[in-house]
Nanobody, 119 residues
Framework: VQLQASGGGLVQPGGSLRLSCATSGTILSTFSGSTKAWYRQAPGKQREVVALITGSGSISYADSVKGRFTISRDNAKRTVYLQMNSLKPEDTAVYFC???????????WGQGTQVTVSS
């Protein structure tokens, strides 16, 4: 299983970015039944979960991004998205996508994509 994250970049405060995480190596039913998540890690800080969507479609967000970020998935494309609006400097971090495989519970990680929010 491989995850490829993309969409990061430099954006001004208040701006928007859309991250994508394309997966390969899973069949449709496995991908759709698995939990997909976005994490982030800022310099000197621990990795934290930002948004999560379960196989049944339940969604949860970190308090710090509620109302600003939206996680979604396209099962047919085996891709997970993170729409980030109203970005703040404190959102600056490397963002990682995660797939927790249904059945085994094994975690797969993407390579990370840098998001920098600065004027």
């Amino acid at each position: 299983v491989q995850l490829q994250a993309s969409g990061g970049g430099l954006v001004q405060p208040g701006g928007s970015l859309r991250l994508s995480c394309a997966t390969s190596g899973t069949i449709l039913s496995t991908f759709s039944g698995s939990t997909k998540a976005w994490y982030r890690q800022a310099p000197g800080k621990q990795r934290e979960v930002v948004a999560l969507i379960t196989g049944s479609g339940s969604i949860s967000y970190a308090d710090s991004v509620k109302g600003r970020f939206t996680i979604s998935r396209d099962n047919a494309k085996r891709t997970v998205y993170l729409q980030m609006n109203s970005l703040k400097p404190e959102d600056t971090a490397v963002y990682f996508c995660n797939l927790r495989l249904v059945g085994t519970g094994y975690d797969y990680w993407g390579q990370g994509t840098q998001v920098t929010v600065s004027s």
